[in-house]
């Protein structure tokens, strides 16, 4: 991406009370939330394959910190306390789906507790997106997540709503439905809570 539009990308996310850090590689935004969040601290993990990739729910749990990760659940029962613990943590580490030019973050959830806890909870809040993520406006944000994000999410997940096959969202109402929450942040009331991280590759979908 080239660099006057990340610095207007920036500075939109600036006036709209979030800040934004750019890193060449996933090491070394792994390496910057393990600096900047304590040890005593208590994180939440949204389910996201840009962090699975970094392993950070690892590196984490390693040194200490207490963590609320669905993914380390054993069964649904406890997959739903961990979803719920993680939306009162210190910290919620999670990706996004789209981050837009003009300043917003758009998402879309089965369940609705990743944009819960963005929306509202932990006290901060750690966004990662590969450079993919980005695109100009957030009506193509909603673009992009209904029908590049939703249909990869719903197969990694094992539904099999329209998009799945088809490839494009149809507005279904079907039962594996995963688009049921979309949120569009476009700004913040307390300065600096959402952090983004922008990692120059594509990471993620
Ligand atoms: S509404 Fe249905 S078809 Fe459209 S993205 Fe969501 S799950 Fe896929």
Redesign the pocket.
């Known amino acids: 991406m080239d660099k006057e539009k990340l610095d207007i990308l920036k500075r939109n996310f600036e006036l709209r009370n979030m800040e934004v850090k750019c890193f060449e590689i996933l090491e070394d935004v792994k390496s910057e939330i393990l600096n900047i969040i304590s040890l005593d601290s208590s994180i939440g993990i949204g389910h996201s394959a840009t962090l699975q990739r970094m392993n950070i729910t690892e590196e984490l749990l390693g040194r200490g910190n207490i963590i609320f990760d669905m993914e380390l659940a054993k069964d649904k029962e406890e997959c739903k306390i961990l979803k719920r613990k993680a939306l009162l943590t210190d910290w919620y580490i999670t990706g996004s789906n789209a981050i837009s030019v003009d300043g917003r973050i758009i998402n879309i959830d089965h369940s609705g507790n990743r944009v819960a806890a963005i929306n509202y909870g932990p006290d901060k809040v750690i966004i990662v997106v590969g450079i993919n993520k980005i695109v100009d406006t957030w009506q193509k944000g909603i673009e992009r997540v ?1 029908n590049k994000a ?2 990869l999410n ?1 197969k990694r997940a094992g539904f099999n ?3 799945v096959a088809l490839n494009k ?4 109402t ?1 039962e594996e ?3 049921n929450s979309l949120s569009i942040i476009e700004g913040q009331a307390v300065k600096g809570r959402i952090k983004i991280f922008i990692v120059n590759d594509n990471v993620g979908f």
Do not use: M
């Open positions: 209904k939703c249909p719903a709503p329209p998009c969202c149809v507005d279904c079907s439905r995963v688009c």
